[in-house]
């Protein structure tokens, strides 16, 4: 039988070592070999374009490019799965070849995978299982699932990592953020939208992936929000099986379906419209409401059943807000809903301050161009849209949080998956009045007890503390001791920016003073016994002055660049 689950499967594993400087010039090499392969070198030769007579040579280059996403692996194949929703961005010929990743992957080998499933399980198979099948249902980048059945006649799933997986995508994704951090050192607007922590925060993701403990608890958690929802039946989840699994093991319930993506293959005409909006008030209550959401629902992890119910698969991806930023999504969908646009500029502000105080009246006004424009009557949300998004933060050096960043990118995937499947669907209408029927549901009557007797809970506790905090205030008052401290430059930005205001000041004053003194001594008359002539002199100090000159003149460059 199966060993109990270890106390390390609740941590955060064992570390992986990511390789050397060496190990990652090697990946380096390799990934530009793959590339090369594929026939994918040099970039420009690829087509975009929409043109009819060149869809073959479309066609062609996205077939050696998903094979080329396949064979790097890990993260890549991520991101061709991400790509191929966005018919917006890339033409057809891309996006149906890309949409293969979602579906099936070369599956791992199955000795390999055996070994693996015996290690985790601490058992041969057929000990645990009364049947497995060895041939995988599904193959994505991470995992592969396989179907079994229990002793007692359950049919589960059985999702196991693919050998080698977790030191390959820690890899890449070390080789990444050292991208990105390049990336942020030549690009001012990469520095003022946060792109590191934004990628820091997918990358965190991206490893959490291949920690099935993990995923566990994610699935768990989305299960109990569920229940607690007004309508806990609209979408199913799999029922998991926590002695089964551990953190390269996932055993759960085998949902009968089709997914999303094997629909659009079949090109069947299927009407989804129904199935998309449930998904789309599930995932508004999880981001608005309960702050846990599922953040990866391409049309692979979204499965129709036969009574037609969506179901989602696959939680390694799971985004979370803490309650100080919940709330500020809240203000900003009840603002949307009643087309408040200065609300929606205050809530904005709460969670991505402007650092000049003069620009909020410019920045409000661009939001309501913005909302006006973007996502007024009529509007679509596609890529122009964050584009247009990113523009107006960048332009007032707002950084909002990453967190926040990644709900909006869960959201993008969302719409890419309602953009292939059901292009008449309009999400920004849509969104409005589910929105208001999810703020209907928390206003039911249990509901507002449970608010209630939480803010009482809080309001009593508040209480007792006050009559302490006024005696000591008092008795601070009685013996003279009542003091106010203010810490002038606490802020990290303050100190620097002061530090650097001295050091240009220091290195002016001292650049004119030597100035001055070159000056003085190519004016002095030449003394022959002098060990050091004054036209040496003088020149020497002319160029010391020069030199600071510029130091100061390149480091107010370089601080205005920061900013």
Do not use: C
């Not at 198979?125 to 007692?152: C, G, K, M, N, Y």
């Not at 900003?332 to 500029?345: C, G, H, N, V």
């Not at 926040?404 to 959201?411: I, M, N, P, S």
Request: no cysteine; charged share 30%; glycine share 6%.
């Amino acid at each position: 039988m199966p060993t109990p689950p270890r106390l390390s499967d609740l941590g955060n594993g064992p570390d992986v070592e990511v390789g050397s400087l060496r190990s990652r010039g090697r990946r380096f090499a390799e990934l530009l070999a793959i590339a090369r392969r594929h026939e994918l070198l040099p970039f420009r030769r690829l087509d975009f374009s929409r043109d009819p007579e060149r869809s073959d040579l479309r066609s062609r280059q996205a077939d050696h490019l998903r094979r080329a996403l396949e064979e790097a692996g890990g993260g890549f194949v991520k991101m061709g799965q991400l790509l191929s929703t966005r018919d917006d961005l890339l033409p057809e010929e891309w996006t149906e070849q890309l949409a293969h990743l979602q579906r099936s992957v070369r599956p791992a080998d199955p000795a390999e995978v055996a070994a693996l499933l015996e290690r985790e399980l601490g058992a041969p198979v057929e000990q645990v299982f009364a049947a497995f099948d060895p041939v995988p249902v599904a193959a994505a980048s991470i995992a592969q699932v396989h179907r079994a059945r229990l002793t007692d006649g359950t049919s589960v799933a059985v999702k196991v990592q693919r050998p080698g997986i977790d030191a390959a995508v820690r890899r890449d994704v070390d080789v990444a953020l050292r991208v990105v951090r390049f990336m942020a050192r030549l690009s001012t607007e990469a520095r003022q939208v946060g792109v590191q922590d934004v990628a820091a925060q997918y990358a965190d993701d991206l490893v959490r992936q291949v920690d099935f403990s993990s995923e566990l608890r994610n699935l768990t958690a989305l299960r109990a929000a569920q229940a607690r929802s007004a309508r806990p039946d609209e979408v199913r989840f799999p029922d998991p099986y926590p002695e089964l699994s551990g953190r390269r093991v996932l055993v759960m319930e085998f949902l009968e379906g089709d997914t999303l993506s094997a629909i659009r293959s079949a090109r069947s005409g299927r009407d989804l419209d129904e199935p998309m909006r449930t998904i789309l008030r599930a995932f508004l209550r999880q981001v608005v409401f309960d702050g846990l959401y599922h953040a990866d629902l391409h049309p692979g992890n979204v499965l129709l059943l036969p009574d037609g119910r969506p179901a989602l698969i696959d939680f390694g991806s799971v985004g979370r807000l803490d309650p100080g930023l919940r709330d500020t999504v809240q203000q900003l969908l009840s603002a949307y809903i009643q087309d408040d646009t200065e609300a929606i500029a205050d809530a904005v502000l709460r969670m991505a301050p402007v650092r000049d105080a003069q620009d909020e009246p410019d920045f409000r006004r661009a939001i309501a161009r913005f909302v006006a424009d973007e996502l007024g009557p009529g509007a679509r949300i596609g890529v122009d849209t964050v584009d247009d998004a990113v523009e107006v933060f960048g332009r007032y050096r707002l950084k909002p949080p990453p967190d926040f960043v990644a709900a909006a990118r869960a959201l993008a995937i969302f719409e890419g998956t309602l953009r292939t499947l059901a292009p008449s669907f309009d999400l920004l209408e849509e969104s409005r009045g589910l929105a208001a029927e999810q703020i209907r549901d928390q206003l039911r009557p249990g509901r507002i007890r449970d608010v209630a007797v939480r803010e009482l809970f809080g309001a009593v506790s508040a209480v007792r503390r006050l009559p302490r905090r006024v005696d000591r205030i008092g008795e601070a008052i009685e013996t003279g001791k009542l003091s106010v401290n203010i810490r002038l430059f606490s802020d990290r930005r303050d100190r620097r920016t002061l530090a650097g205001v001295i050091r240009r000041v220091l290195l002016v004053l001292l650049g004119a003073g030597a100035g001055v003194l070159s000056i003085v001594y190519l004016a002095l008359p030449a003394r022959p016994t002098a060990v050091l002539s004054t036209a040496a002199a003088g020149g020497l100090l002319g160029g010391a002055a020069v030199v600071l000159l510029v130091w100061a003149a390149v480091d107010a460059a370089l601080a205005r660049k920061r900013e």
